[in-house]
């Protein structure tokens, strides 16, 4: 088949990499497969200031880089529109925006689908977003979370719904034993759905009862006036991937304190790298640890938080070890192998179906 796929950006996001690795695994099936995107949103002057002053260069590179799969990047920052992408038997939007301009495009374009991988109304555009999960058009999404406000809140058909899996080449752990000195870690980023406010004040009230207590973070951008990170957080900003097992390997604990979120990749990194989870009730955090790995908490409650972290600062090393191998068999149960070849069963179904 001829599936292409529309970008609203190309960047080293979690949500692009996920969409990297479904779009090489259609490849490696066979299909001929073509991303097609925007080039990055040109920057305002205050941006341009920001960049100047702070000797920042913005980064160019993206998931697909690492992929054999073609990609073209339109020359100027706009819609994608229907003249720039070639007939296709597949489409598949992987953004609202990209779904509403696939609304329009002719029938040999592809048959459509929506891969939805979060509820993207946090840029104020709710009405535009529910109008293109209303659409009549297959999705696929990622977590029950999402499947249920595209069937119970928005009265949309069922959604396939394929977990996002995790990459065993960059995540795992040959052995793991109990850090000497405990250790949280958390995702730092401004946007307050991920909840790193409350993972700070989290671990800066557990560090009161254990003063040993470590914290490091990883993030995407430098750390902002609004949210600053205080002296005790070691912060990684934007690691290379090949780095972030090493960070995830030296936690007692992964600390997921998102308030939304479409899945939560974190997750599944940590626990492939045999950290035990503490996660906030979002994402796919109900579903994944169901059955053990880390504690799921009731709530976004920083006290509750808090306790958790002093918990796994105490535990014992027997203790840590069996949660450890729950955090192990749970990640190999959400293999990349996995969600790839179910996305793609999906994709080739669309087309069987239609």
Request: charged share 25%.
């Amino acid at each position: 088949m001829r599936i292409t796929f529309l970008m609203a950006a190309l960047d080293m996001g979690g949500g692009v990499r996920v969409v990297a690795q479904y779009a090489e695994g259609l490849r490696r099936r066979g299909h001929d497969v073509l991303v097609v995107a925007p080039p990055p949103r040109p920057y305002d002057l205050r941006g341009k200031l920001r960049n100047l002053i702070h000797r920042k260069v913005p980064s160019r590179h993206h998931h697909f880089e690492s992929t054999g799969v073609a990609v073209k990047v339109l020359k100027q920052f706009r819609p994608i529109r229907a003249s720039d992408v070639p007939p296709a038997d597949v489409i598949i939007a992987t953004w609202w925006e990209t779904a509403e301009w696939l609304a329009d495009f002719p029938a040999d374009r592809g048959t459509p689908l929506h891969f939805v991988q979060d509820y993207e109304i946090w840029n104020g555009h709710k009405a535009r977003v529910d109008a293109t999960l209303r659409l009549p058009v297959q999705k696929v999404t990622i977590s029950e979370w999402l499947k249920a406000i595209l069937v119970d809140d928005l009265g949309a058909d069922a959604p396939a719904v394929v977990a996002n899996g995790v990459d065993p080449d960059l995540f795992f752990a040959d052995a793991r034993t109990m850090p000497a000195e405990p250790t949280i870690g958390f995702v730092y980023a401004p946007n307050p759905r991920k909840g790193s406010d409350l993972a700070v004040e989290a671990i800066a009230n557990a560090r009161k009862i254990v003063p040993n207590l470590r914290c490091v973070a990883f993030g995407h951008g430098e750390p902002t006036d609004a949210l600053p990170l205080p002296d005790f957080v070691e912060y990684h900003m934007a690691p290379p991937q090949s780095q972030l097992r090493d960070i995830y390997g030296r936690c007692s604990a992964w600390l997921f304190a998102s308030r939304e979120e479409g899945f939560g990749l974190p997750l599944l990194e940590s626990m492939a790298c045999g950290t035990p989870v503490i996660a906030a009730p979002a994402g796919a955090a109900p579903e994944i640890l169901a059955s053990g790995g880390g504690t799921l908490l009731s709530s976004h409650d920083v006290g509750e938080m808090t306790d958790a972290i002093i918990r796994y600062a105490r535990l014992d090393s027997s203790e840590w070890d069996r949660i450890s191998q729950e955090a192990l068999q749970i990640s190999r149960d959400h293999s990349l192998e996995r969600s790839v070849a179910s996305f793609v069963d999906f994709v080739e179904s669309s087309i069987q179906t239609k």
